[in-house]
């Protein structure tokens, strides 16, 4: 049952990511560290993150992962982007990605957020 407390904490939370629009260039600073391997829209260094979310860790069309990221069995959702931006190696072991991780939990929100605006 929707409370006026969770219909408050769900309307703050979409006012919270409303500001991050789709593109690269309207990105929160944080993603600034991202940018070095993720080009928005396609697959550089890293893979193209549109469309992150719901989709299946190690299927980004056009792009080879690591065996162990394939095999990992995630699903991109808030919670195991969160996870996996904080400590990515902690998250999937052997995975090829070098980044250590967001450590600032406000910057790891605002690009978990701008992330899900990818579509």
């Known amino acids: ?30 993603f600034n560290q991202c940018k070095a391997c993720h080009i928005i829209g396609k697959n550089g260094v890293g893979p193209n993150l549109v469309g992150v979310f719901g989709r299946k860790a190690g299927t980004a069309e056009g792009y080879k992962f690591s065996e162990n990221h394939v095999k990992s069995g995630l699903t991109w959702d808030e919670a195991t982007l969160t996870k996996y931006l904080a400590d990515p190696k902690g998250t999937i072991p052997g995975n090829k990605m070098v980044f250590p991780g967001i450590k600032n939990p406000e910057d790891l929100t605002a690009v978990v957020a701008y992330l899900k605006t990818l579509k």
């Not at 929707?2 to 600073?29: D, H, I, N, R, Y």
């Open 1 to 30: 049952m929707l409370t006026t407390k969770k219909l408050g904490l769900v309307l703050g939370a979409a006012l919270l990511a409303a500001p991050f629009a789709a593109s690269a260039q309207e990105a929160p600073k944080a």
